[in-house]
């Protein structure tokens, strides 16, 4: 089982950036894709970014030119660089991985807040 760790989140000023990390409880070559998801105030949970393990990279148009999704095979890590926040980018931001064969693992998400 895959246990993931997230961290970085806070509260922003339109405009400003952050950085959240994910980390994996795994070894790299079990680990397939790793996105991000978020969930804001009253919204259904949207996919963000992907990553795949051949490193191909997928953004949702709303924050594409902003965010950037990368990893780290050596520390099993994600991370989604995050500038010219906008306050609808307010959410609870999770980290998400494929590994293994069909499972699935979520991590315990972290709120980012953008203040007008």
């Known amino acids: 089982q895959v246990h993931l760790v997230e961290s970085g989140g806070g509260i922003v000023q339109a405009g400003g950036s952050l950085r959240l990390s994910c980390a994996a409880s795994a070894r790299a070559f079990s680990i397939d894709a790793m996105r991000w998801y978020r969930q804001g105030p009253g919204n259904e949970r949207e996919l963000v970014a992907t990553?795949?393990?051949?490193?191909?990279?997928n953004l949702t148009d709303s924050v594409k030119g902003r965010f950037t999704i990368s990893r780290e095979f050596a520390k099993n890590t994600v991370y989604l660089e995050m500038n010219s926040l906008k306050p609808e980018d307010t959410a609870v931001y999770y980290c998400n991985v494929n590994y293994g064969f069909g499972h699935v693992a979520w991590g315990q998400g972290t709120q980012v807040t953008v203040s007008s």
């Open positions: 990553i795949t393990r051949g490193g191909q990279t």
